[in-house]
Structure formats: structure tokens, C-alpha cells
């Protein structure tokens, strides 16, 4: 076993062996100086790459799945301006993470986060951050970064989740469906296994429903606002959308604004809006495929963010202004408020059609979620982080099928506390909130510990990256904190925060894992190339005819080493 100063060489190749042409540069020499191939086809431009993140961002499936949580801790006011409050700070951790983007950065696919993040430097072992190296002996972080990822990104299936309950709510539309919380499960499975069907047999799909996905979301979001807006008998008023405060968090009609006070259901409150704006990470999982990438991906990821955060807040204030009753939105048949403001807005048929854009957004949303997360547990896999069992792709379907029903399965577990709990929902988005914002805190905060040892990359903030890197690494904290607070009261075994129980048992299962095993034998990411190189003359020493890169959506033809099926 290779110690920490080395890194690992499992697999690895020769210069040769790789096909590396000598004098290449920009990004794949960059990702040659890290020790990989190119093995993705590069041809994503600027704009796709930030199109992979505004659809998995989904505003148009976070908003409506969390609506009724909103309308009832904090009301509209809190919704509104809670949403520019919390866009702001995550623009800021967008900008932090930017500043920090690699540009060969992917844990979307083959290579895991540990890869992304660690190179070795004057042969030592160095955390990776962007174009930035923190030379650092062993790579704890990186393996904690990867056991707190991996559970957010399935707790964010929850996408597969709200498509469940929407298609449940839709299904009452017009006929005598009666929703219950197995029948939902049932769907929320469905759902779950067509997602998983297309990942295992329709991998060459996938780039085609993301185009659609892209067009799905940014057209749907803005006619649906224009439908509801325009058909509407009435529109409330500016004071009820901007100024209105309703505490509905009192099981027993005494909320927390009188248990404590309106602060912390404010506070509470702004859920909706964080977990909304998370997964803009996408961006970066797509740099090996994206032309320049060191800029490209970190704009992308800005991009996202601020689009993402305009579209939202359009979103939010057509559906508030639409509302015709409050109290009969809230106590909808249906279960759910945006159902009955399309109901009352555009009538029975109209709302079906309304629906049908909700529920493809979040199917399209849970679908790629899915795709993501089995190719970072294949790579994870690959790189010894998780069993080696998982470390396999099927030659003739061409996809990593043992993680796609991994994450379908992890998904459908994490869905089960629904039929006992009446905030499983929610506390199912806090865990996911809260984990990938951790893991995007992780990289920032190196940044500020190692300011001494950081080199900026192409995107930087020059004077502001460091303050912009402490305001997001105390925002982080501060959200990780407030989503394991109780959200109803009085609290019990049926409204406690599970949040807090779920990110418990992640951080001591990642600690107890580190410090049992995995800091005897993980050193670090498997490296493909063995190989000198010069960054005086940035070139390699040996060299070889340039290979052709691949196609994210084919997994397989990377899978040369053992494992392929």
C-alpha cells in the first residue's frame, strides 16, 4: 500500500499506455498533471454547463414541494423576503466555491471527490482545491467530504419524493383518488424504479432529456406564472405578499412565535428557500466535459445560482398573488396549496396541464439526480472509498447499474419515515440541505484556514475571497444549525426534527469509519497515469497519439480496469 507522500498507483498507467500527447495543453494537460486521462468527451459549452445546474437547482420542484411549510412558518413576508436573504447568501458561497472551482473537477462520473480535490505537489500530498493546492500530509478532509456528500446527495432524491406526492395530488384531479401515505410510498417506488430504468437502459438518452430538461424548466416555470397571473378572479394584496407573518408551526394552536418568538419561526422558515438553491455543484461535476473549464465552470456555477434565485422569487410572488383563500389553500383537498391556486386560477383541466410541468420538472430533476449520484458512488467505488462490490459497469447496457439501484434503494429507505411522521418531508430536506452545504463548506474553509498556501486560480475575487469565504462558511454554519431545529410544537415522536438524528449518525459513522479503518489504508484517489511533468515547458515527458474522449453518458467505455462487467 502506497503511504500518504506517494498517493496511490493502483491501476495506474503509463504516459504510453494513456495515448497523451506530450504537447497538449489548457485542460487536459491540466487534468495530466493530476495523474488522469481526458476519458470524457470535451464539447460542453459554457451554457450547458450551466444548464445542468439550473435544472437540478429546479425551482419550479423545490418552491411548489415546500410551499405549504412556507405558507405556514412565516407566511408569505418571511417567504419572499427570506428567499432574496438566502439567495444572496448562497450567491456568496457560489462565489466562494468559484473562486475555488478545478478545472478538471468531476465527481459526477469517474472521478471521485478526493480526486477532484488532492494532487501531489513537491511530493507531498496536497488537497486539490480548484487550481489552488493547501499542501497538507494525509487527505482527512477529502474522506470525510466523501461519507457526508454521498448521504445528502440520496437524501436529495427527495426530488423523486415531491414528483410522488405531486403525482398523487394530480391524480385527484377529476376523479375519486384519495391520497394516503402508502399510496404514496407506492408511487414514490414507481417513481424511483422508471428513474432507475432509464439510468440502466437509456443511457444514451440522458443527454437528450437534459436539453429538454433545460427548456422543460425555464419555459414551464414562466407560462405557468403567466397562466395562474392572468387568469386569476382576483390578486392579493402587496401588504398580504410583502408584510404578511403567519405562524401555523402549533399542533395545538400555540406556535413558536409564542413558545419563543417570531424570530425563530422566521428563521425556520427560510427552509424552503435554501433547500431550493442546492445542487449548483453540477456545474463542476461537468468541467472534464466543458471548454475552458476552469472559467466555464466556476461562471456556470454563478450563473446558476443568480438565475435560479430571480426565476425563484418570480415564481413565489405569482403564486402568493394568485392565492384566492388562504385558509382554503391551506386546508386544500388536494394537500397541497399550489394545486388548489391552480384550481382557483385556471380550473379543473387547466391545473392538470399546470401539474403535468410540475411533475415532469421534478421527474426530470429526480432522473439526474439519480444519474449523479451513481456515477459519484461508481467512482467512489473505484477509488476504494466505498466497497469495491459497487466498482462495476455493464458492458452491454454501458452504465454503473449496481450504484443506480444503490442510490434508487438508499432513496426508498430514506422515504419510509413518511408513513410515520407528519415532518418526515421536511426533515428529509434539512438532512439534504444540510449535508451537501457541508461538504460545500468543507473546500471554503481550507481556503480560509490555508489562506497562507492558497494560489487563485483564473476566477478569483482578488481583495474580497477571503471575506467572501468567511461570510460563507458562517452561513453554512448557521443553516446547519437552524435545520435540526424543531419546526412544530409541541414536539414529540410525531413532529420531531429527524434532521438532527440523520446528520448524527452520518458524522459519527464518517468519523468512526476514518479513525477505525480508512486512515490505515486511503491514501488518496487511484491514480491512471504514471508519468513526469514539466510546468516549466507544460508538457509530459513521454508522449503518445491523443485518444478520443467519451461521452458522460458512457460510463463503460472508461471501465478498462478491473470491475468491468
Known amino acids: 500500500m502506497a503511504n500518504s507522500s506517494s498517493g496511490s498507483t493502483k491501476d495506474a498507467t503509463t504516459i504510453v499506455e494513456a495515448g497523451l500527447d506530450a504537447t497538449m495543453h489548457g485542460d487536459e494537460a491540466e487534468l495530466a498533471r493530476m495523474g488522469y486521462k481526458q476519458e470524457l468527451k470535451r464539447d460542453l459549452s459554457l451554457m450547458q454547463n450551466f444548464g445542468v445546474s439550473f435544472s437540478i437547482i429546479s425551482v419550479i420542484t423545490g418552491v411548489p414541494s415546500l410551499f405549504l411549510y412556507g405558507l405556514t412558518t412565516g407566511g408569505p413576508g418571511v417567504m419572499v423576503w427570506g428567499w432574496v436573504v438566502v439567495s444572496c447568501f448562497t450567491l456568496l458561497v457560489g462565489l466562494a466555491m468559484a473562486g475555488q472551482h478545478t478545472p478538471v473537477f468531476n465527481v459526477a462520473n469517474h472521478s471521485s471527490i478526493a480526486r477532484g480535490l488532492q494532487r501531489t505537489s513537491d511530493q507531498r500530498r496536497s488537497l486539490f482545491l480548484g487550481s489552488h493546492a493547501f499542501k497538507t500530509p494525509k487527505c482527512r478532509v477529502c474522506i470525510l467530504d466523501h461519507r457526508l456528500v454521498q448521504p445528502a446527495r440520496t437524501s436529495?432524491?427527495?426530488?423523486?419524493?415531491?414528483?410522488a406526492n405531486f403525482i398523487s395530488t394530480a391524480s385527484t384531479l377529476g376523479t375519486d383518488y384519495v391520497p394516503s401515505a402508502n399510496k404514496t410510498i407506492g408511487i414514490y417506488a414507481g417513481v424511483l424504479c422508471a428513474q432507475g430504468l432509464i439510468n440502466t437502459f437509456g443511457v444514451h438518452l440522458l443527454k437528450y432529456?437534459?436539453?429538454?430538461?433545460?427548456?422543460?424548466?425555464?419555459?414551464?416555470t414562466v407560462s405557468l406564472v403567466i397562466a395562474i397571473l392572468a387568469k386569476a378572479p382576483t390578486h392579493q394584496s402587496g401588504k398580504f405578499v410583502f408584510a404578511t407573518f403567519i405562524d401555523g408551526t402549533g399542533v395545538d394552536g400555540v406556535g413558536w412565535s409564542?413558545?419563543?418568538?417570531p424570530a425563530y419561526v422566521?428563521?425556520?422558515?427560510?427552509?424552503?428557500?435554501q433547500y431550493t438553491l442546492t445542487g449548483f455543484d453540477a456545474s463542476a461535476h461537468m468541467t472534464e466535459e466543458t471548454h475552458n473549464a476552469a472559467m466555464s465552470g466556476s461562471i456556470g456555477i454563478v450563473m446558476a445560482i443568480g438565475?435560479?434565485?430571480?426565476l425563484g422569487w418570480f415564481l413565489i410572488l405569482g403564486l402568493l398573488f394568485s392565492i384566492q383563500d388562504y385558509d382554503?389553500?391551506?386546508a386544500s383537498a388536494t394537500g397541497q396549496p399550489v394545486t388548489q391556486i391552480f384550481l382557483d386560477t385556471v380550473g379543473e383541466k387547466g391545473a392538470i396541464v399546470l401539474m403535468v410541468i410540475v411533475v415532469g420538472a421534478m421527474f426530470f430533476c429526480g432522473t439526474f439526480s439519480i444519474t449523479s449520484n451513481s456515477r459519484m458512488m461508481y467512482a467512489f467505488s473505484r477509488d476504494g472509498a466505498i466497497p469495491g462490490f459497487f466498482h462495476k459497469v455493464d458492458k452491454r447496457w454501458k452504465s454503473p447499474i449496481r450504484t443506480v439501484w444503490l442510490a434508487c434503494t438508499l432513496s426508498f429507505i430514506l422515504g419510509l419515515p413518511s408513513l410515520g411522521s407528519s415532518v418526515a418531508f421536511s426533515a428529509a430536506t434539512s438532512i439534504a440541505t444540510i449535508g451537501l452545504y457541508i461538504s460545500y463548506a468543507i473546500p471554503i474553509a481550507l481556503r480560509v484556514v490555508y489562506a497562507d498556501q492558497f494560489v487563485r486560480g483564473p476566477f478569483h475575487l482578488g481583495m474580497f475571497s477571503f471575506p467572501v469565504a468567511i461570510a460563507a462558511v458562517t452561513w453554512i454554519a448557521f443553516i446547519s444549525i437552524v435545520f435540526v431545529l424543531p419546526e412544530l410544537n409541541p414536539v414529540n415522536s410525531q413532529t420531531l426534527n429527524y434532521a438532527i438524528v440523520a446528520v448524527g449518525i452520518v458524522l459519527t459513522y464518517s468519523l468512526g469509519f476514518w479513525l477505525v479503518s480508512a486512515r490505515k489504508w486511503f491514501t488518496g484517489p487511484v491514480k491512471q497515469i504514471a508519468g513526469t511533468w514539466s510546468s516549466d515547458s507544460a508538457s509530459?515527458?513521454?508522449c503518445g497519439p491523443e485518444g478520443q474522449g467519451i461521452n458522460i453518458t458512457d460510463p463503460a467505455a472508461m471501465a478498462e480496469k478491473p470491475g468491468y462487467d
Open 156 to 163: 436529495c432524491r427527495y426530488d423523486c419524493f415531491a414528483c
Open 209 to 220: 432529456l437534459n436539453n429538454i430538461s433545460v427548456w422543460w424548466h425555464a419555459i414551464g
Open 540 to 542: 509530459l515527458s513521454t
Open 258 to 261: 409564542e413558545r419563543a418568538s
Open 266 to 273: 422566521a428563521v425556520i422558515g427560510i427552509l424552503m428557500a
Open 307 to 310: 438565475v435560479s434565485a430571480l
Open 328 to 330: 382554503n389553500t391551506i
